[in-house]
């Protein structure tokens, strides 16, 4: 069975750096994409960008390019997302998503992870 | 463009057949894929290529496109089936990149 167990809710003050986590378990981690996807309060689903854990090909949707920093270590079968200075406006949940094959499809998503950010 | 719109909002009588669409210039070239999204849940795909559904996906669920819009159709909609629904368009490296807006599915 394909799991995607991500890290636990985080509470940080603006200023602060946080990197959270996916682990991939069920299949070859390496040889699919995983991406990130925000959901801020009461909002929608935006796509973050996706990498490829094999060789660490990275990329990322305009708005979050320079924002967030996406990596994966595929000794572990985890994917990283990794901001270095919070602000409020990153209060939100975000979810790692398997992309499944070449279907341009995720067909297998984390549970998620909040991050509240707040002075 | 890469935006797809979706109508904020729908509602539909338990048992009856509900159309949740999807607009797009990128639907002209690529399918969309659909997500149901119930409250403090994860996504989760009900929909995809031309007409696929993954395993555990009831039949209830079909899909349809016609030029730039793409149609997720629930035949007899359930109460369970209350929800958010998003479209999906992935971009030319196959990458599913663009979310519309959302649809909240409300069954009466």
């Known amino acids: 069975e394909v799991q995607l167990v991500q890290s636990g809710a985080e509470v940080k003050k603006p200023g602060e750096s946080l990197k959270i986590s996916c682990e991939g378990s069920?299949?070859?981690?390496?040889?699919?994409?995983i991406a990130w996807v925000r959901q801020m309060p009461g909002k929608g689903l935006e796509y973050m960008g996706i990498i490829y854990p094999a060789d660490s090909d990275t990329k990322y949707s305009p708005s979050f390019q320079g924002q967030v920093t996406i990596s994966a270590d595929k000794s572990t079968n985890t994917a990283y997302l990794h901001w270095s200075t919070l602000t409020a406006s990153d209060t939100a949940i975000y979810f790692c998503?398997?992309?499944?094959?070449?279907?341009?499809?995720?067909?297998?998503w984390g549970q998620g992870t909040l991050v509240t950010v707040s002075s | 463009s890469s935006e797809l719109t979706q109508d904020p909002s729908v509602s539909v009588a338990l048992g009856q057949t509900v159309r949740i669409t999807c607009q797009g210039d990128?639907?002209?070239?690529?399918?969309a894929s659909w997500y149901q999204q119930k409250p403090g849940q994860a996504p989760l795909l009900v929909l995809y290529a031309k007409n696929k559904r993954p395993s555990g996906i009831p039949d209830r669920f079909s899909g349809s496109t016609s030029g730039n819009t793409a149609s997720l159709t629930i035949t007899g909609a359930q109460a369970e089936d209350e929800g958010d629904y998003y479209c999906n368009s992935r971009d030319s490296s196959g990458h599913p990149v663009v979310f519309g807006g959302g649809t909240k599915l409300t069954v009466l």
């Open positions: 069920g299949y070859s981690f390496s040889y699919y994409w």
């Open positions: 990128s639907l002209r070239s690529y399918y």
């Open positions: 998503a398997r992309r499944g094959g070449d279907a341009g499809i995720f067909d297998s």
